[in-house]
C-alpha cells in the first residue's frame, strides 16, 4: 500500500524534521533574545497568515506547473528562511520569514497530500493518511530534539534547519513514482467543502485552532517548569510522539467502524488532556508534565488526519 509513496514519505519526513527543529527553536531563541510575548505570538500568526495564503494560492502553482516543481522550489526557499533567522534577529523580519516558511509549508502539505490522496482509496485511506502522520510526526519529534545538539543562541541549529529542508528534496526529485496529473481546477470553495463533508470540514478547522495556539507558544509555556531549553524540548517532543504512537491505530480503527465515531472520541479526549495540562501545569512534576503532553498529542494530532480522510471519502476525484 505503501510503497507508490515511500519517496514521497521520505522527503516529508526529512522535510518536517527541519520544521520540528524551527518551531522550537524560534520562540526559545525568541525568548532568550527578551522578545515579548505579543511579538512571539505574532511570528506564530504570521506563519499561520501565510499558510493560509499558501493554501489559496498553492493549488494555481501546482495546477501551472505540477506537482514535483512546486515540492523543489517550495523546499529551496524554505531552506533560505533558517538562515536568514539566524543572520537577521529582529521581530518584524522574522514575522515575515516566519510568513514565507508558512506560505511554503501549506504548498507542500497540498502536493504530499493530494499525492497521498491519489495513491488511496476509501477502504485504506485512513491507515495511509495515519502512516503518513504517523512518519513524519516522528521526525519532528527528532527535530524538536535537535535543540540540544547547540546553543541556541549560536547559528548552528538554524544552519541544521536549513540543511535538513535541502536533503528532503532529494527523494521527490529523484522518484520514479508517477505523480499526481495537474488538476483542471484549483478554486477555493468552502460552501462547497461544508457540503461535501460537514464533519470532516469542522474538524480541520478546530484542528487548525488547536494546534496553532499550541505550535506558537507551546515552547515557552513549556519553559515555565524549569530549564527553558531542556523542557521546552522535552515538552514538545513528547507530543509530537504521542501524536505519533496513536495515529495507525487510531486511522486503522476509522477504516473498519467508521471516521464519525472516531473522530468524536478523540476530539473529546484530546479536550479533556488540555484542560488537565493547562489547570495542572504549575502544580505538577516535570514527569507528569511530559506524560499529559503525550497525551493531548496523542488525542488532539488525529482529529486533522481523520478529519482530512473522512472529507476525502466523500469528494469527488477530480
Not at 47 to 55: D, E, M, P, V
Not at 100 to 120: H, P, Q, R
Request: charged share 10%; with cysteine; glycine share 10%.
Amino acid at each position: 500500500v505503501l510503497a507508490p509513496v515511500a519517496a514521497l514519505l521520505l522527503s516529508a519526513s526529512i522535510l518536517l524534521a527541519g520544521q520540528g527543529l524551527q518551531a522550537t527553536l524560534l520562540p526559545v531563541r525568541a525568548s532568550l533574545e527578551s522578545f515579548s510575548t505579543i511579538a512571539i505570538g505574532s511570528m506564530g500568526a504570521a506563519y499561520f497568515f501565510g499558510f493560509t495564503l499558501g493554501c489559496l494560492k498553492g493549488g494555481e502553482l501546482v495546477r501551472r506547473v505540477g506537482h514535483i516543481r512546486v515540492f523543489l522550489a517550495m523546499s529551496a526557499i524554505a531552506s533560505a528562511a533558517p538562515l536568514v533567522h539566524g543572520l537577521v534577529v529582529n521581530p518584524l523580519a522574522w514575522d515575515l520569514l516566519r510568513f514565507v516558511t508558512g506560505f511554503c509549508l501549506a504548498s507542500l502539505y497540498m502536493v504530499i497530500e493530494s499525492w497521498l490522496n491519489e495513491s488511496s482509496d476509501n477502504s485504506n485511506r485512513g491507515l495511509i493518511f495515519s502512516m503518513y502522520t504517523m512518519i513524519t510526526l516522528t521526525m519532528m519529534a527528532a527535530g524538536q530534539m535537535m535543540t540540544l545538539l547547540s546553543e541556541p543562541t549560536g547559528l548552528q541549529l538554524f544552519i541544521i534547519a536549513s540543511v535538513l529542508f535541502s536533503i528532503g528534496a532529494v527523494p521527490v526529485a529523484l522518484s520514479v513514482s508517477p505523480s499526481p496529473a495537474q488538476p483542471a481546477r484549483t478554486d477555493i470553495d468552502l460552501r462547497e467543502l461544508m457540503a461535501v463533508s460537514p464533519s470532516g470540514a469542522m474538524g480541520c478547522f478546530v484542528a487548525g485552532l488547536a494546534n496553532g495556539s499550541f505550535w506558537g507558544l507551546a515552547p515557552v509555556f513549556a519553559g515555565v517548569t524549569g530549564d527553558a531549553v531542556s523542557m521546552a524540548a522535552w515538552f514538545m517532543a513528547a507530543v509530537v510522539i504521542g501524536g505519533a504512537v496513536t495515529q495507525w491505530p487510531l486511522g486503522l480503527l476509522s477504516d473498519r467502524f467508521g471516521r464519525r465515531k472516531i473522530l468524536v472520541a478523540v476530539a473529546l479526549l484530546a479536550g479533556l488532556a488540555g484542560i488537565a495540562l493547562a489547570a495542572g501545569m504549575l502544580h505538577l512534576g516535570a514527569k507528569s508534565t511530559i506524560f499529559l503532553a503525550a497525551a493531548w498529542g496523542g488525542f488532539a494530532f488525529p482529529v486533522y488526519s481523520i478529519s482530512v480522510a473522512y472529507a476525502n471519502d466523500y469528494a469527488d476525484p477530480s
